[in-house]
């Protein structure tokens, strides 16, 4: 058995030939998330994500949710943000793996309310 991209208006079906592995990774991951939820948009936006740049050999962009932390690091610790970390999602990641631990350290342990517990005292995190 094999995965296929399916097209019905232009009645056409492309075999996909995965490695086993990946193969069973991903029936797993399309088995276990209820149609709707967010891990199945998720999933669906990350294959959408990786056609689309097989296809346009375009460079897909840093999400919401990355441009936000990666802001958040920046004013911390005083950095500047590269220019490709906000165009680029590959160069965002590597601006992540280099400063995140060091933010989370500086900020201290956060309780599960989002409040800061550094210093002894609660002080919120939220940022506005």
Not at 13 to 33: G, K, Q, V
Request: aromatic share 6%; hydrophobic share 40%.
């Amino acid at each position: 058995m094999s995965f296929q991209l399916v097209y019905g208006d232009h009645d056409f079906c492309l075999p996909l030939s995965f490695e086993i592995d990946s193969e069973e990774r991903l029936i797993a991951l399309i088995s276990n998330a209820d149609p709707g939820s967010t891990s199945h948009r998720n999933l669906s936006v990350r294959i959408t994500d990786a056609i689309t740049a097989a296809i346009e050999f375009t460079v897909i962009r840093p999400t919401e949710k990355q441009l936000k932390y990666a802001i958040g690091i920046a004013q911390e610790l005083n950095l500047a943000l590269p220019a490709d970390a906000l165009q680029h999602r590959d160069a965002m990641a590597i601006f992540l793996s280099r400063h995140a631990d060091t933010y989370r350290r500086r900020r201290g342990p956060v309780s599960d309310d989002g409040l800061s517990t550094k210093g002894g005292s609660m002080q919120s995190t939220a940022k506005i």
